[in-house]
């Protein structure tokens, strides 16, 4: 089996949502990489953002494997912003978790560690999100929605600024002659419409969805 680490967020995590909820499905997570021929070191976090995962990486470095690969799945979150804080000031600035130029910075650098560890990092764009779902889960709570989209300017723009962040991992990548695990090409050439790939928030995998995860997983590494 192939060793592989996975620095990321949710996504590689094993989270589902089900009837409204968040729900780890790591046994279904376990048995895809088996099913794939993978040997998966998880180090991924619900939530994480790259500054996060530099001090998971810093505190798990030592079991990097030298020729091994090293997934670094980052950038949903990073784009992220406070809706809350949104709702209640749509007329003011607001700034997302990681700015770009932070996270442009910090994603070099984890290649960088990883490879001074002898590893093989593999940058991964990120899954394409389902924005009208998405926009209707972070108002579930009863936040205002005509405040936030007042913010926004429209919906779409949800889906543009996470696009930008899987496009800079895509850029940075190239430039740094590293692997690239190309998660968002496979959701959309997926037959059945990548929408149908993704639970009620928009954001996360649903089962059909992590068997493609996992599937893209074995062929980058094959290759």
């Known amino acids: 089996m192939t060793l592989v680490s996975i620095l990321g967020d949710s996504i590689f995590r094993g989270i589902t949502v089900e009837n409204g909820k968040y729900r780890l499905r790591r046994a279904f997570r376990d048995e895809l990489a088996e099913r794939y021929g993978l040997c998966v070191r998880d180090l991924c976090r619900f939530g994480a953002v790259i500054g996060k995962g530099m001090e998971i990486f810093a505190k798990n470095a030592g079991s990097v494997i030298a020729g091994g690969f090293t ?12 809706w809350e804080d949104i709702a209640k000031a749509p007329s003011g600035s607001h700034i997302c978790r990681t700015p770009p130029e932070l996270f442009d910075r910090e ?8 490879r001074r560890k002898g590893g093989i990092p593999l940058a991964s764009t990120l899954p394409p999100i389902d924005a009208d779902r998405y926009f209707d889960w972070i108002c579930r709570g009863g936040l205002d929605r005509n405040a936030i989209l007042s913010w926004l300017g429209d919906v779409g723009h949800i889906f543009r600024w996470h696009e930008s962040y899987s496009d800079a991992v895509a ?39 992590q068997d493609l995860l996992y599937r893209t997983l074995s062929e980058a590494v094959a290759a």
């Open 71 to 82: 997934v670094i799945e980052y950038g949903g979150n990073d784009c992220d912003y406070e």
């Open 107 to 114: 994603y070099r650098q984890m290649i960088t560690e990883v």
């Open 171 to 209: 850029r940075i990548a190239r430039e740094e002659k590293c692997g690239i695990l190309d998660l968002r090409s496979a959701f959309f050439a997926a037959p059945e419409g990548y929408r149908s790939l993704l639970c009620e928030d928009g954001i996360h995998p649903n089962g059909r969805g």
